[in-house]
């Protein structure tokens, strides 16, 4: 079985789906491996490395995706304008992994369904000690989380740490992290690293002791948050009234801090917002927000995707894709996750896909030229093949009409003898 990595196409997006340290794991399983031509370059993986570790450099794209199983960082939805170039070169029978964004946009995942494609989107992956190894999603936020905070290091007029010297005593930067998830805590951290006075809040009161962990302060709001916490340990979408009180109480903390870094989003909906433009006025000339929910429409009023707006003195960072500025450390640990991932779906070297293995079934998006993912389903507005067998199996219980019965007719309903 052959197992491809075309080359990225989304604009800036320089990672890639394997490096040449996950290949023997692929091939000791029986696999063989292609890579197309420069895929790594950007990363810093050139091919004479991938050679060296076994893959065949494919120096066209058909040959690519030619292959059985075809590995990437962003296929489908996570590429739906760039990656339509390669649509009709999947094929029935074919395998295709990676970030898929299916929740947010669901139509490109229902064309790659058309051609007979089986799909996985690796964003989809239950939150269970068995996929821990494969959250693609983790590894990309923990990258995110360390970068943010280096941006607004360098945009920030002033330094992170306490400095006493002959000169004075310099105060440290304030910075309050809003969302406390993997990309929250890897901020916090950093931001401790660098000197700075770190604070942080999230709506799931559980994540209070890991943020002490971490040597910050945990701002607590006097809000109900038992409702916060949704399937997988995933935040859940607040409602308005919910949204409105914690902005009231969060204005001061935002007013007195120097840096806010915010992480907050939910899975398949528009980022909430948390920082409003009357909260960005109050901040003091120089201060940086940095939105990582950018992509998402943000969490900052003012969040402009892929920009840096400047108001009223205060620069809001809109980054969309921070793990592809580091992309040698994110293609390591994507690469890791994709690998392990891959690996869970074979059995002696062939793919054996299992739906009652929740890690399988949860991830598959189409199969057999159908979308079978039941979120992904109702999006598009079409009924999952499960839910269509099972009405099926009902109507087969139910009692067909006297005309359509199968059962011999009774005498009183023939006044003639059977025999005659």
Do not use: W
Not at 5 to 22: D, K, M, W
Not at 180 to 207: F, K
């Amino acid at each position: 079985m052959i197992v491809a990595v075309p080359r990225e196409t989304f604009p800036g997006e320089n990672r890639v789906a394997l490096v040449p340290a996950s290949l023997p794991g692929l091939i000791k399983a029986g696999l063989e491996v292609m890579v197309e031509r420069s895929a790594g370059l950007a990363a810093g993986f050139p091919d004479s490395e991938y050679e060296k570790r076994g893959a065949k450099v494919a120096l066209g794209r058909d040959e690519v995706f030619a292959a059985d199983v075809i590995l990437q960082v962003r296929a489908a939805g996570a590429n739906s304008e760039a990656g339509r170039g390669d649509l009709g070169r999947f094929r029935k029978g074919q395998v295709v992994i990676g970030m898929c964004d299916p929740l947010a946009a669901p139509q490109p995942a229902q064309e790659i369904a058309g051609r007979g494609a089986t799909l996985f989107a690796l964003e989809l992956l239950p939150r269970i000690t068995r996929a821990q190894s494969m959250d693609v999603l983790s590894s990309l936020a923990t990258l995110a989380g360390y970068r943010a905070v280096i941006l607004a290091a360098e945009r920030l007029p002033k330094i992170f740490p306490m400095l006493m010297t002959a000169a004075g005593t310099l105060a440290p930067a304030k910075v309050f992290v809003m969302g406390v998830g993997v990309a929250g805590l890897q901020a916090i951290a950093t931001a401790r690293r660098l000197g700075g006075v770190v604070s942080a809040n999230d709506i799931r009161p559980a994540v209070k002791e890991q943020v002490q962990s971490l040597g910050a302060k945990f701002v607590e709001l006097k809000l109900d948050t038992s409702a916060a916490e949704g399937k997988g340990g995933y935040a859940k979408e607040m409602g308005d009234e919910f949204l409105t009180k914690q902005r009231e109480l969060i204005a001061r903390v935002v007013s007195e801090s120097d840096v806010v870094i915010t992480t907050a989003a939910v899975p398949g909906k528009k980022a909430p917002t948390l920082v409003t433009a009357e909260m960005v006025a109050r901040m003091a000339p120089g201060s940086v927000i940095v939105d990582l929910a950018a992509e998402r429409g943000g969490n900052c009023e003012l969040t402009r995707p892929g920009e840096t707006v400047v108001a009223q003195g205060v620069s809001i960072l809109g980054p969309c894709n921070l793990p592809s500025e580091v992309p040698h450390h994110a293609s390591q640990m994507y690469a890791r996750n994709v690998a392990t991932f891959l690996l869970h779906l074979l059995r002696e070297g062939r793919l054996n896909l299992d739906m009652d293995d929740e890690i399988t079934r949860e991830t598959m998006i189409s199969r057999d030229g159908r979308v079978v993912h039941p979120g992904v389903c109702e999006l598009l507005g079409i009924r999952p093949p499960i839910e269509e067998q099972e009405i099926r199996g009902e109507a087969e219980d139910e009692e067909p009409p006297a005309a359509d019965r199968l059962d011999p007719p009774g005498d009183d309903e023939y006044p003639l003898s059977r025999g005659e």
